[in-house]
C-alpha cells in the first residue's frame, strides 16, 4: 500500500473528475492522500474532501499566496488548527515555506512578506505540536535558518531538490524528504543522484498532482502548440514513479512501498 504525502485532489483540474481519479487511485494502490491546503479561502473544502474521500489533509498558506495574505489569514489558520485540533485526519500545518524561484516574489518586499508568514506558521505548528509541510524552491538554507529558530516537531521537505548536505541538515531536524515525478527524467541527474545517496529511511513519495507529470505524461511545448494539453498528473501515479526509484537504487519495490509508508508516518504520526 502508498501513500501520496503531497497531493492537490481539490484544484480545479480534478472538477470534472474527481470521484474517478479518487477510484483510480484506490485501484492503483494507493491508501492515503496528503491534501494541504494552499490560502485560508480552501481550508474548509480540503477538509470536507479529505473526510469524504478517507484522506488526510493540512492547512497553511502557501508562499505563492502571501502577497494577498493578512494578518486575518493567520488568525483563521489558528482558529481551525484550534477547532480541528482532534480532527485525526488534519495532519500538519501546510503548505508553507519559501518561494526562491518566481521573481515576483522575489522583490524585498514581497520576500520579507514570505518570511514574516513563514515565521508565523512555525510559530503556529509549534504552539499546536504539529508537524509542517515545507515548499522548497531555492530557500533551502533560509527554511533551515526558520526552523532552527523556531523548532517544529519535524514534517516533509516536499518536492526536495538541493544538496546532500541540505538534505541531512533537514534530516538532522526530523524531516522526510518528497521525492516524486521529478525523479522519472533521465536527465534530472543530480537528483537521482540525491534519490539513491540518502537512507532509504529519509525518503517520502509525493505525486504533487496535479502538477509535476511523470516524464510519460509530459507533453513538450511543441506538443502543447500542436494542441495536446500538458498531462495532468495524479496519485494513481504514485506506485509508477515508486518503481523508477526502486529501479534506481536496485531494490525491490515492495521494499519502497513498505519504507516509504513507514516514514510517511514517522513524519506526520497522525497518519498512524
Ligand atoms: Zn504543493
Redo the contacts with the bound molecule.
Keep these: 500500500m502508498w501513500i501520496d504525502t ?1 497531493c ?1 485532489l481539490d484544484a480545479p483540474e480534478f472538477d470534472a473528475d474527481r470521484a474517478q481519479v479518487h477510484e483510480q487511485t484506490r485501484a492503483a494502490g494507493v491508501s492515503q492522500c496528503v491534501i ?1 491546503a ?1 490560502h485560508a479561502a480552501n481550508f474548509a473544502s480540503v477538509r470536507t474532501l479529505a473526510h469524504a474521500q478517507g484522506d488526510v489533509y493540512a492547512l497553511g498558506i ?1 508562499p505563492l499566496y502571501t502577497p494577498e495574505a493578512t494578518a486575518e489569514d493567520l488568525a483563521q489558520l489558528d482558529h481551525a488548527l484550534q477547532e480541528h485540533r482532534d480532527d485525526p485526519r488534519l495532519v500538519a500545518v501546510g ?1 508553507i515555506g519559501l518561494d526562491g524561484f518566481v521573481p515576483s516574489l522575489n522583490t524585498p518586499q514581497a520576500w520579507a512578506q514570505q518570511q514574516q508568514f513563514y515565521t508565523a506558521q512555525l510559530r503556529l505548528a509549534q504552539q499546536h505540536g504539529l508537524p509542517v509541510i515545507l ?1 522548497v524552491r531555492r530557500s533551502a538554507d533560509q527554511l533551515l535558518k526558520g526552523l532552527r529558530a523556531t523548532p517544529v516537531v519535524g514534517g516533509i521537505a ?1 518536492a526536495f531538490n538541493g544538496s546532500m548536505q541540505q538534505a541531512q541538515a533537514f534530516i538532522a531536524l526530523g524531516f522526510k524528504l518528497g521525492f516524486g515525478g521529478a525523479l522519472t527524467y533521465d536527465r534530472a541527474l543530480q537528483l537521482r543522484r540525491l534519490a539513491v545517496a540518502l537512507p532509504l529511511s529519509a525518503i517520502v513519495l509525493e505525486t ?1 498532482a496535479p ?1 509535476i507529470p511523470p516524464h510519460w505524461l509530459y507533453t513538450t511545448a511543441e506538443q502543447r502548440q500542436a494542441g495536446t494539453p500538458q498531462g495532468r498528473n495524479s496519485p494513481a501515479e504514485l506506485p509508477r514513479i515508486a518503481q523508477v526509484l526502486a529501479d534506481l537504487r536496485g531494490i525491490s519495490v515492495a521494499e519502497v512501498a513498505a519504507v516509504t509508508s513507514a516514514n510517511a508516518r514517522a513524519a506526520l504520526p497522525r497518519l498512524q
Excluded: I, R
Design positions: 503531497h492537490h494541504p494552499v502557501h503548505e515548499h516536499h504533487d502538477d
